[in-house]
């Protein structure tokens, strides 16, 4: 079983050689986790805290072996709108219900929800329900590794915008600071 616990270097993005594996949105999202790749060997993936896996992205086995992480066809709502206008409200209250959301040129992806379709048929949309490969946005402010598929680097960007102005991202490992001192007054129900 090939053991992965690292992304492979940029400059052996393109090597010929390079093992594929298909992972569906979902499991490219968890860290640790067994997978078959679609030449049926085995791997055991390691990933460092806050790694999220995109279509594209290459890791590197400790025996040096490359592997190609693919988005694996999967159901998602194909969203299409008479205008940009309309497009923009869809994506707007998706946003506002936090749901992981694929933005393309004309278009909108996610995953099939139908509770969701519905919202999306009663704003007026189009929605075609599709197999189909997945990438939603990463987003502006998440952890974790950046991926090539930022060539701009707007996510870093948007990180050092957020840092310059909150300050430093508080540890997970470390309790969070307190909210109020001993002498303000606290409601009843935290008294």
Avoid: C, W
């Avoid at 497009?87 to 139908?114: C, F, M, Q, S, W």
Wanted: glycine letters at 6%.
């Amino acid at each position: 079983m090939l053991r992965v616990e690292k992304y492979a270097a940029p400059e052996l993005r393109n090597t010929p050689s390079i093992r594929r594996l298909s992972l569906p949105f979902e499991i490219r999202q968890k860290r640790r986790f067994r997978a078959i790749l679609e030449d049926g060997s085995e791997a055991a993936i390691f990933l460092s805290r806050g790694s999220n896996l995109a279509d594209g992205d290459v890791l590197e086995a400790d025996d040096g072996t490359l592997i190609r992480i693919v988005a694996a066809p999967e159901r998602v709502l194909y969203i299409t709108a008479s205008s940009s206008h309309a497009l923009t409200r869809a994506a707007y209250h998706l946003g506002n219900r936090h749901i992981p959301v694929e933005l393309g040129n004309g278009y909108l992806k996610l995953e099939n929800d139908p509770v969701i379709k519905e919202l999306l048929l009663r704003l007026g949309m189009q929605v075609l329900e599709a197999h189909l490969p997945f990438q939603p946005e990463a987003g502006a402010y998440g952890a974790g590794h950046t991926h090539d598929s930022d060539p701009e680097g707007e996510r870093q960007q948007a990180q050092e915008l957020f840092h310059a102005h909150y300050g430093p991202d508080p540890s997970a490992d470390e309790p969070a600071p307190a909210t109020h001192t001993e002498n303000e007054p606290r409601s009843p129900e935290h008294s």
